[in-house]
Each structure stands twice: as C-alpha cells, then as structure tokens.
C-alpha cells in the first residue's frame, strides 16, 4: 500500500532541547494512524513539521511523497487539514461566516457547511456566533472547517478532548465515514479508548522517540499473558492458563455450574504504554 | 497557482464583518473626521494644519488599525489557518490590507471634505495619498506581524503616531539640528511638500522626486513586510 507519510531519522532540537530525535514511522495512504504519547512527547511537534508549521533540524519527513517544505506552496495546502488545540476561529463571527470563509479559500460550495455541520451535530446552530458556544461545540465548529474540504490526509490533535460521549461519539461516525470515502487521518490523542476504537494502527511516543508501532489488536495480543480470569459465584477470581491445562480447569468449573463471568487478560493500551514507557498517559 | 480574487474578497468580506462588531478599534476612524468638522467650522486654512489631519489618518486608521486586524489574528490563532489554507501570501495580505485602505481613502475623503480642503491639483495630490496609503499600511502589517496582541500593537503603534502625524515639527527640529535632515526623507514629509508645492501650482512633472520617495518607501515597506510574514509562517 501506498505511502502517504514517510518519515525517517527526524529530528527537532528547540535551544539545545530534543523535542523529537530518530522519529522513523510511515502512515499509509487510507489509514487512521494513531500517535499516543504523554504531554511533551513531541507529538505536536512532528504534526508541525509534517505541516510546514515547523522546520526539522535533521532527517526528513515526506509527505504525499514530497518534501514537506514544499507544503509551504498553496496547491499542496488544499489537499490536507488540520485540527489543533488552538480553535483558530473568528469569535465575533458566526459558525456559517466562519466556515463561508474557509469555503472561499478552499473553493468548496456553500452547500458543504450544512453537510459538515450535520457531521459534527451542530446544524441548528449555525447562526450562533464563536464567543458564544461552549468549549466542547468550538471545538466541534473547528472540526466541521476541518472536514470542510475533504482533505486527502487530515491532521487531529486531540480531536475529543473537549467533548461529551454523545458528542464524541458522533464525531467517531463522522471521521470514520471521512475514512471510507478515502481520507486518511493522522490522530493524537491521549485517550487509549478512542485509539482502540477508530485507529488502525498506533505508534507510541515517548521523550521524542517512537517506542512501538503496531495495529492495537496486534499489541494487545503480543503483551498479553495468555490468561483467563474465571469469576466463581462464590466472587472468588481465578486466574487460568489459556492453554490445555486451564481449558480442563475451566470445563470442570462449568459442569460444577460454578462460573460467573469469563475474561481473557488483554492488556488495555494504556497497560501497554505504561509497560513499554514506563510513564502513564497525561 | 494563480491569484485568486475570491480569496483576497473572502478575507476582505471576512475583516468588514469582523471590523464592524470591533468597536474597540472602529471607533478611531471617526477622530480625523471630527477634527476635520472643527477645522472646517473655525475656518483652518493653513495647508500644514490639512496635512497634519491627513498624515494622522494615515497613522490612526492605515497604520493602527491594520496592526491591529493582523495582531488580532496572530493573538487568536487565525493567522496560522489562513496561512496553512490555499490561499498564498500575496492573496492573505492584500485581503488583509483592503479594508484598511477602502477605510484609509473613505476617511480622508471625507476629513477633505469637511475641512473643505480644495487641492489645487487633485490627480497629484491623489496619487501621493493613494502612494501614502500603501506605505502606512505596509507599515501596520509590520508592526501587526512583530506584535504577539492587540494590545502590544496599540503600544507599539504610538512611535509611528508621533513621527508621522506632526510632520512640521520634524521639519522644524530638523533646520535646528542637522542630523535630523535625513527624517525630512520620511513620507509624511514628502507628502507635505507635495501639498505646498502643489498649492503653489506645481504638476506631476514638478513633485516627481517627492512621489519617487514616497514610492520607495512603499516598495521597501513591502518586501519588508513579505519577508517578516514568510518567516512568521514558520514557528
């Protein structure tokens, strides 16, 4: 599959600081890529740079298989999006101004703003304007100027962070349908749910390094322990070899008709980060 | 890729809304029309005073208020989106730059008007301003650029108002102390001397090196200004 994304021995140092160092990943033309990492990781920074926003002090970042100081030029522009935490939008203007303008540049029809407004929930509401909407509906209006265009590759840094779980899961449809029409997303996020749920595969990011990069069902498969937890009526919890041996055990606790409840032992992402870093998510 | 006007209308369509809700800023374009109707009411004549009242348009309505609009956008993370979006450099700062000069004309026009200053030869006199204009605006671009906020930008923009606005003083000062001779080059200056001379019945052929200057200014202004945005592209 085609590379959309190629990056390999980046680096960027701020006033003797590495923010990121020997970052190597590819994202692949129609995937949601996962980039996880804790605060100061680096993660906005490789968006920045895989942006034009940021110039790296070494190594190179191709995208759409050029170099990214060629996403300086305006054509190269209209065929990705970005999402950050800075809403970037004209608060004493209304939701439908502030999106008009972004059809203008981008040369999209006006009738896209109800379509993208309907993707993030907010069709009734377009005659508010930014200084007034809460931050999680800002933050929604931010990702509606991102869908505008249908860009070929979207950038979202933390596109969830400030909303409910109706809300977020609304979102979900709405990239994932993105997705199906041909979008490949580029996300950061803290949250290991939403990587589960929507990536296809993640990278993890710690002190500017790239400590892993696999599929989440792969991961959780690679460090699981290869066990089972039965829970007994009694509420005592037992924990069993997922092989031969425990498959006896636990047929025995069946025909006794002593099971509860059956788990297998999958680490969850965030016990992934934590066991490869050393560092918890925050 | 080619210049796009629907861009440069976008982001000028975009400003006049944007502007008209801001009465924090709008409010300065009225100044230079009130001083105008009390000159015209007590009967000011002296070409310095119109000059003075026209060079301060210039400072107050080109120079604040487009360091203003263009601090504004850098304090609210806008800028960073027109810039990653389509349009190229020239097409976000001529839409940036538009409504300040519709403003900046319309201003003067109308401060003309009720000062009921009569220029003697009004094609010179309005290619000086029109000049004038792009030099003040380049120069509120600028000061918008180096200004992290609006607030910053209103500070940073009084120098600009003092120099250019009292333009006589200068002249003054500079035949007491000759270092300050090469201030007389300043475009507020030349612009002055563009209205005596015209008042004396000079034509184009007579204040070309004086719009020469001017025109340098602006040409200088402007590749200063391109280059200071391009690398506000950049973090």
């Known amino acids: 599959m085609e590379n959309i994304i190629e990056v390999k021995n980046l680096e960027k140092i701020f006033s003797n600081q590495k923010a990121i160092e020997s970052v190597d990943f590819q994202v692949r033309r129609g995937e949601i890529f996962g980039f996880l990492g804790p605060s100061g990781s680096g993660k906005t920074t490789t968006i920045k740079i895989l942006t034009g926003q940021l110039v790296p002090t070494g190594g190179e970042a191709l995208v759409f298989g050029e170099s990214v100081s060629k996403l300086k030029q305006p054509a190269y522009r209209k065929r990705f999006g970005v999402l950050t935490d800075n809403s970037g939008l004209y608060g004493r203007l209304s939701i439908y101004d502030n999106l008009k303008l972004y059809c203008d540049l981008y040369d999209v029809p006006y009738a896209k703003i109800g379509e993208v407004l309907a993707a993030v929930n907010l069709q009734e509401d377009e005659k508010k304007r930014i200084s007034t909407l809460s931050k999680g509906m800002t933050q929604r209006v931010t990702l509606a100027r991102a869908l505008l265009h249908e860009p070929e590759l979207l950038f979202l840094d933390e596109p969830t962070s400030a909303l409910d779980p109706v809300n977020t899961l609304h979102i979900y449809e709405g990239l994932r349908a993105l997705n199906k029409k041909g979008t490949t997303i580029f996300l950061t996020t803290h949250d290991m749910q939403e990587a589960e749920t929507l990536c296809d595969r993640v990278a993890f990011l710690n002190k500017g390094r790239i400590q892993l990069l696999d599929a989440p069902g792969k991961l959780k498969k690679r460090f699981s322990d290869s066990t089972i937890t039965v829970e007994l009526k009694s509420e005592e919890k037992i924990i069993l070899p997922a092989g031969a041996e425990g498959a006896q055990q636990l047929y025995d606790y069946m025909q006794a008709n002593e099971v509860e409840t059956i788990h297998s032992n999958e680490p969850t992402l965030g016990d992934i980060f934590v066991q490869v870093t050393g560092r918890k998510l925050a | ?235």
């Open chain 2, 1 to 235: 890729m080619t210049f796009s006007w629907k861009r440069v209308n976008a982001i000028f369509m975009k400003d006049y809304k944007d502007f008209s809700r801001n009465f924090a800023v709008s409010i300065v374009i009225f100044l230079s029309p009130v001083l105008a109707a009390i000159y015209g009411r007590i009967g000011v004549t002296a070409i310095e005073s119109h000059y003075m009242l026209i060079n301060l348009t210039f400072a107050m309505v080109a120079a604040f208020v487009q360091s203003c609009l263009i601090a504004e956008e850098k304090e609210k993370n806008t800028l960073r989106g027109l810039m990653l979006s389509p349009a190229s450099t020239t097409e976000i700062l001529t839409g940036k730059s538009l409504l300040s000069l519709v403003l900046t004309l319309f201003t003067i026009l109308l401060s003309m008007f009720l000062a009921e200053y009569k220029p003697a030869n009004i094609a010179v006199v309005a290619i000086a301003i029109l000049l004038s204009a792009l030099f003040y605006i380049a120069l509120g671009t600028l000061l918008g650029l180096f200004a992290k906020s609006v607030m910053e930008a209103s500070v940073i923009v009084l120098p600009v108002m003092v120099i250019f606005s009292f333009g006589t003083f200068i002249t003054s000062l500079a035949e007491q102390y000759p270092i300050l001779k090469a201030a007389t080059y300043l475009p507020n200056i030349q612009l002055l001397e563009i209205g005596i001379k015209v008042e004396a019945g000079a034509g184009f052929g007579d204040v070309w090196l004086q719009l020469a200057v001017i025109a340098a200014w602006v040409v200088v202004m402007f590749m200063l200004t391109a280059v200071v945005y391009r690398k506000r592209m950049v973090d």
